[in-house]
């Protein structure tokens, strides 16, 4: 069984920057065709995909916010990060990683077949 946990600071001031760590056990993330992706919902809204690294290593980003963010992966650990910088107010969410089976448009949130529990971020002075 899979599983993903998304850790980090629960609260973060404007204008630094965002991190958090997405620890997946019951499977390895360099396993062969599998993309795994940090996904948001704001307060009131749907989901949003940021971004994903996929098992070979290759990071793809939401065109609207590549400019703010990097995915990266330690594999020793089995584990992704997510850096968003430049923060604001409207990025307070629930910031979620999730793993998707296979190559397909990113913002199919049908087809992500294991999801962490979601972690609460809220950017604030």
């Known amino acids: 069984q899979v599983q993903l946990q998304e850790s980090g600071p629960g609260l973060v001031k404007p204008s630094q920057t965002l991190s958090l760590t997405c620890t997946v056990s019951?499977?390895?993330?360099?396993?062969?065709?599998?993309?795994w992706s940090w996904i948001r919902q704001p307060p009131g809204k749907g989901l949003e995909w940021m971004g994903a690294?996929?098992?070979?290593?290759?990071?793809y980003y939401r065109p609207s916010l590549k400019s703010r963010t990097s995915i990266s992966r330690d594999t020793s650990k089995n584990q992704l990060t997510l850096q968003l910088s430049s923060v604001t107010p409207e990025d307070t969410a629930v910031y979620y990683c999730?793993?998707?089976?296979?190559?397909?448009?990113?913002?199919?949130?049908?087809?992500?077949?294991?999801w962490g529990q979601g972690t609460q971020v809220t950017v604030s002075s």
């Open positions: 999730a793993r998707k089976p296979q190559w397909g448009p990113w913002d199919d949130h049908e087809s992500y077949d294991y």
């Open positions: 019951g499977g390895s993330i360099t396993t062969n065709s599998y993309y």
């Open positions: 690294v996929a098992y070979s290593g290759s990071t």
